[in-house]
């Protein structure tokens, strides 16, 4: 298993500013994944971030709104830059612990809620 | 393009058997999962299938036919607890990543 922490949990911003998520995990991991959730909705996979390379992004999500670092094996940040009202949703980070093709066990972070003002 | 589909909500009375299914439309499959989340909560994994079949875990089971690109997630002896969202999510390649579908939020009347 995996016990994953994230900083903040909760924040309020202004529009025009940008926030820092960070997603420490307590084993080392190759991908990590970033999600946002809406309340009451599903999860929405934002970028995948590998260890050594750039952070791979799924349609509709672009690296200079949601840049990534990943710096090591068990650390990850998300920044959501120049937010607008449009950007409060709940951000999750997740990993998985590689199972192979039987299995995918996906462990995520307890979320940063974001309101942005 | 990819779409799983799933019922928005499902009621249940508590100790009753329920199903939830899932359809998908992937650009490619290598297993489907099950998720549930509690309000408040984050995700927590209950199943993969990767195979056609059933897999079993306590009161939980759920079901893969890769011919039909459906599933099934079976909980027995619902209990009040129970009542949550339950998402299935699609693993496209070899990747861990994982797509999931809209969620199915489960009631359990007493």
């Known amino acids: 298993s995996a016990v994953i922490s994230q900083k903040p949990s909760r924040d309020i911003c202004q529009r025009g500013t940008s926030l820092t998520i960070q997603c420490q995990v307590d084993?080392?991991?190759?991908?990590m994944f970033w999600y946002r959730q809406q309340p009451g909705q599903s999860l929405t996979l934002i970028a995948t971030?590998?260890?050594?390379?750039?952070?791979?992004?799924e349609s509709g999500f672009v690296i200079d709104k949601f840049p990534i670092s990943r710096p090591n094996l068990t650390f990850s940040t998300l920044t959501v830059s120049n937010m607008s009202p449009e950007d409060s949703s709940i951000y999750l980070c997740s990993v998985g612990l590689a199972g192979g093709l039987t299995s995918n066990e996906q462990f995520f972070g307890p979320g940063t809620r974001l309101t942005v003002l | 393009g990819q779409s799983l589909e799933q019922p928005s909500e499902v009621t249940a009375v508590e100790g009753a058997i329920v199903q939830i299914n899932c359809t998908y439309q992937t650009s490619g499959f290598y297993g489907l999962s099950w998720y549930q989340q509690h309000d408040g909560g984050a995700p927590t994994f209950l199943s993969y299938n990767a195979l056609d079949g059933l897999e079993e875990t306590g009161r939980f089971s759920s079901f893969l036919s890769r011919s039909d690109s459906y599933g099934y997630l079976l909980l027995q002896e619902l209990q009040m607890k129970d009542s949550a969202s339950y998402f299935c999510a699609v693993r496209e390649d070899r990747d861990d990543k994982i797509i999931f579908g809209k969620g199915t939020r489960l009631h359990i009347l007493p």
């Open positions: 971030a590998n260890q050594g390379s750039e952070a791979t992004y």
């Open positions: 084993s080392q991991v190759t991908m």
